[in-house]
T-cell receptor
Framework: AQRVTQPEKLLSVFKGAPVELKCNYS??????LFWYVQYSRQRLQLLLR??SRESIKGFTADLNKGETSFHLKKPFAQEEDSAMYYC??????????FGQGTELSVKP | GAGVSQSPSNKVTEKGKDVELRCDPI?????LYWYRQSLGQGLEFLIY????????KSGLPSDRFSAERTGGSVSTLTIQRTQQEDSAVYLC????????????FGPGTRLTVT
């Protein structure tokens, strides 16, 4: 069955520290993965997708098929990065399968 | 341009009543999705539309839930005989097509069943 797992409900780091939000997936095919972010009182929005291999707001994510992972990383966290982060897997037909989400808190 | 809009933003209803939630997608987007965001359950897919047809209704939790889309635009999610476990934020999203395009989300409707 297709599944996305984000093992951490809450991740707390200090400003300037590196951050890694973990995401593991289960999918019987070639996966397409996304990270979505929801800032306080804002709507859910796309942060990045693995296929474009881009860096957005200093965040990167690499698809590791061997470890079935798509961890989100940033070398130096900023306070404005505090938000809820969701890893999502594209399923045939267009729907997204989301992980449970990780709340990132960046302390000053 | 205008993003995805949803109404109402908040809805409080009594157990057993029916509710209708509305979604206005981005103009020109042919695909429309409904998700539910609840504590402890994360974001769950409910149903999606390509045009007016719904190829995948697999996420609807029970036959009390139904959705329709008319004119390839506005969609309505109806919950009949609401139960307390239906309390959640219902999110709508749209995309250019039902494929790997980015999904744009609305602000959600917070439903509370008392």
């Amino acid at each position: 069955a297709q599944r996305v797992t984000q093992p951490e409900k809450l991740l707390s780091v200090f400003k300037g520290a590196p951050v890694e939000l973990k995401c593991n997936y289960s999918y019987s095919g070639s996966p397409e993965l996304f990270w979505y972010v929801q800032y306080s009182r804002q709507r859910l929005q796309l942060l990045l997708r693995h296929i474009s291999r881009e860096s957005i707001k200093g965040f990167t994510a690499d698809l590791n098929k061997g470890e079935t992972s798509f961890h989100l990383k940033k070398p130096f966290a900023q306070e404005e990065d505090s938000a809820m982060y969701y890893c999502a897997l594209y399923n045939q037909g267009g729907k997204l399968i989301f992980g449970q989400g990780t709340e990132l808190s960046v302390k000053p | 341009g205008a993003g995805v809009s949803q109404s109402p933003s908040n809805k409080v209803t009594e157990k057993g009543k029916d509710v209708e939630l509305r979604c206005d997608p981005i103009s020109g987007h042919t695909a429309l999705y409904w998700y539910r965001q609840s504590l402890g359950q994360g974001l769950e897919f409910l149903i999606y539309f390509q045009g007016n047809s719904a190829p995948d209704k697999s996420g609807l939790p029970s036959d009390r839930f139904s959705a329709e889309r008319t004119g390839g635009s506005v969609s309505t999610l109806t919950i009949q005989r609401t139960q307390q476990e239906d309390s959640a934020v219902y999110l709508c999203a749209s995309s250019l097509a039902a494929s790997r395009y980015e999904q744009y989300f609305g602000p959600g409707t917070r439903l509370t069943v008392t």
